[in-house]
């Protein structure tokens, strides 16, 4: 049975910090995309950070240097650290995988086989 569970969403002041954790279980693939999304209330969602299999990793330019996505030696858990966060960082926050296909350069408009049950993130 193949799952995604997030963790470490929650509330936080402009200018803090939270981490998110992504965990896989089932997923046996060695090639794969992993990829953090988000969705606010009336807005479409929204690619923030992507992780391949190869180690690449992809950022939407509004969370450039301020969002760095990682994964444990296991390769079973995908970190989103989030610095200096915005009001405009608020929203449900999701982790989407393609196991067996890397991440290509268009991650952000795909449809991923994989969804967890989300997050909120919420910035004041």
């Known amino acids: 049975h193949v799952q995604l569970v997030e963790s470490g969403g929650g509330s936080v002041q402009e200018g803090g910090s939270l981490t998110l954790s992504c965990t896989a279980s089932?997923?046996?693939?060695?090639?794969?995309?992993m990829g953090w999304f988000r969705q606010a209330p009336g807005k479409e969602r929204e690619g923030v950070a992507a992780?391949?299999?190869?180690?690449?990793?992809y950022y939407a330019d509004s969370v450039k240097g301020r969002f760095t996505i990682s994964e444990d030696n296991a390769k079973t858990t995908v970190t989103l650290q989030m610095n200096s966060l915005k009001p405009e960082d608020t929203g449900m926050y999701y982790c989407?995988?393609?196991?067996?296909?890397?991440?290509?350069?268009?991650?952000?408009?795909?449809?991923?086989?994989?969804r967890g049950q989300g997050t909120q993130v919420t910035v004041s």
């Open positions: 992780l391949a299999s190869d180690g690449n990793t």
């Open positions: 089932g997923i046996t693939y060695t090639r794969y995309c």
């Open positions: 989407q995988a393609n196991p067996g296909l890397p991440c290509f350069s268009n991650w952000q408009l795909r449809e991923y086989k994989l």
